[in-house]
């Protein structure tokens, strides 16, 4: 396993959760009641279901360990394959989440506070150092990595039907073209130069290749 850089990592969190705040500051009610990119969900529910890993995501990250690392950037991801049948409860939970608000805007100022602790956090990160996080153990720059690639893609999952909206970071899609060139090999990547496009096949949510992440 190869330890992704919390120099590279940290940088590159920020920004996507920059680019996901400015495409929160961009939408409104009906925007968010729109349709994903997600099979059978709203705007609104990729987005209780993005807030509710960034929890975890902040929990995760005092779950220090000495335990050698187990997984990375990419090896993270094949634990997760997209071909898995979905999960069928947390598709419900994350529905029931985003329908509790009164509007659908109104879970982004949760969303905000949460957003503001994880920039706080990074900044101030220590490392390296190892966590355990769902079952792996992880260099936290690996497991930083892993969290870009999950912004950058919902991102793109809630502005299927917003084509003016914010698009993810430069800094993000190149954390989620480095994964894919890991998952699915150099030469598998070499003919897309449009890193959104890259990123949307390589999750099966447009066609051009065999999904790599879930």
Same mark, same amino acid.
């Given at each position: 396993?190869?330890?992704?850089?919390?120099?590279?990592?940290?940088?590159?969190?920020?920004?996507?959760? %920059?680019?996901?705040?400015?495409?929160?500051?961009?939408? %409104? *009610?009906?925007?968010?009641?729109?349709?994903?990119?997600?099979?059978?969900? /709203?705007?609104?529910?990729? /987005?209780?279901?993005?807030?509710?890993?960034?929890?975890?995501?902040?929990? &995760?990250?005092?779950?220090?360990?000495?335990?050698?690392?187990?997984?990375? /950037?990419?090896?993270?991801?094949?634990?997760?394959?997209?071909?898995?049948?979905?999960?069928?409860?947390?598709?419900?939970?994350?529905?029931?989440?985003?329908?509790?608000?009164?509007?659908?805007? &109104?879970?982004?100022?949760?969303?905000?506070?949460? #957003?503001? &602790?994880?920039?706080?956090?990074?900044?101030?990160?220590?490392?390296?150092?190892? /966590?355990?996080?769902?079952?792996?153990? +992880?260099?936290?720059? *690996?497991?930083?990595?892993?969290?870009?690639?999950?912004?950058?893609?919902?991102?793109? *999952?809630?502005?299927?039907? #917003?084509?003016?909206?914010?698009?993810?970071?430069?800094?993000?899609?190149?954390?989620?073209?480095?994964?894919?060139?890991? +998952?699915?090999?150099?030469?598998?990547?070499?003919?897309?130069?449009?890193?959104?496009?890259?990123?949307?096949?390589?999750?099966?949510?447009?066609?051009?290749?065999?999904?790599?992440?879930?």
């Amino acid at each position: 396993m190869t330890v992704y850089p919390l120099d590279v990592a940290r940088p590159a969190f920020v920004d996507a959760l %920059d680019g996901l705040s400015a495409l929160l500051d961009h939408v %409104d *009610d009906t925007d968010l009641h729109a349709r994903s990119r997600c099979h059978g969900w /709203l705007a609104a529910d990729v /987005l209780a279901h993005l807030h509710l890993g960034l929890v975890e995501m902040l929990a &995760g990250f005092p779950a220090r360990t000495d335990r050698p690392a187990d997984a990375d /950037l990419a090896t993270y991801w094949t634990a997760f394959p997209g071909s898995e049948l979905p999960d069928w409860a947390h598709e419900r939970f994350a529905r029931a989440v985003a329908s509790a608000y009164a509007r659908p805007t &109104g879970q982004i100022a949760h969303v905000a506070m949460t #957003l503001r &602790g994880l920039r706080r956090l990074v900044a101030d990160l220590d490392g390296p150092y190892r /966590l355990e996080f769902q079952g792996h153990v +992880l260099d936290v720059g *690996d497991f930083v990595g892993t969290w870009v690639v999950e912004v950058v893609v919902h991102h793109l *999952d809630m502005t299927v039907a #917003l084509p003016d909206a914010p698009a993810p970071p430069a800094s993000g899609l190149a954390v989620v073209r480095e994964t894919v060139t890991r +998952l699915a090999g150099p030469d598998v990547v070499a003919g897309w130069g449009d890193d959104t496009a890259l990123a949307l096949a390589a999750t099966g949510r447009e066609p051009g290749m065999t999904p790599v992440l879930g």
